[in-house]
Nanobody, 125 residues
Framework: VQLQASGGGLVQPGSSLTLSCTASGGDFTFTDYSMGWFRQVPGKEREFVAAINRIGGSTIYADSVKGRFTISRASTKNTVYLQMDNLQPADTAVYYC?????????????????WGQGTQVTVSS
């Protein structure tokens, strides 16, 4: 399974950005996996941001992004999205997408089976 994240960039505080993560693989079936987004800054552990279940009917968010970020998925495109609104400098990090097959939805890093390469988001004036 390969996960390709994209959409990061440099934006000003208060701006919006949408990250995408497209999954592929020979035996990969997108709807078999719940998906998540994590982020990491240098010197700190990777932290949970948001997750969505296999069919997209259930989502969960970290308190720090609740009300500002929205996770969604498009099964026809094998893609999960993270819409980020009202970005703040504290959101600056490398963002990673991940896929998990066993649990209905997951918030812990160790629960995820596959990881993308990360995309940098920098929020600065």
């Amino acid at each position: 399974v390969q996960l390709q994240a994209s959409g990061g960039g440099l934006v000003q505080p208060g701006s919006s950005l949408t990250l995408s993560c497209t999954a592929s693989g020979g035996d990969f079936t997108f709807t078999d996996y719940s998906m998540g987004w994590f982020r990491q800054v240098p010197g700190k552990e990777r932290e949970f941001v948001a997750a969505i279940n296999r069919i997209g009917g259930s989502t969960i968010y970290a308190d720090s992004v609740k009300g500002r970020f929205t996770i969604s998925r498009a099964s026809t495109k094998n893609t999960v999205y993270l819409q980020m609104d009202n970005l703040q400098p504290a959101d600056t990090a490398v963002y990673y997408c991940a896929a998990e097959r066993i649990l209905p939805i997951a918030t812990r890093e160790r629960e995820y089976d596959y990881w993308g390469q990360g995309t940098q988001v920098t929020v600065s004036s």
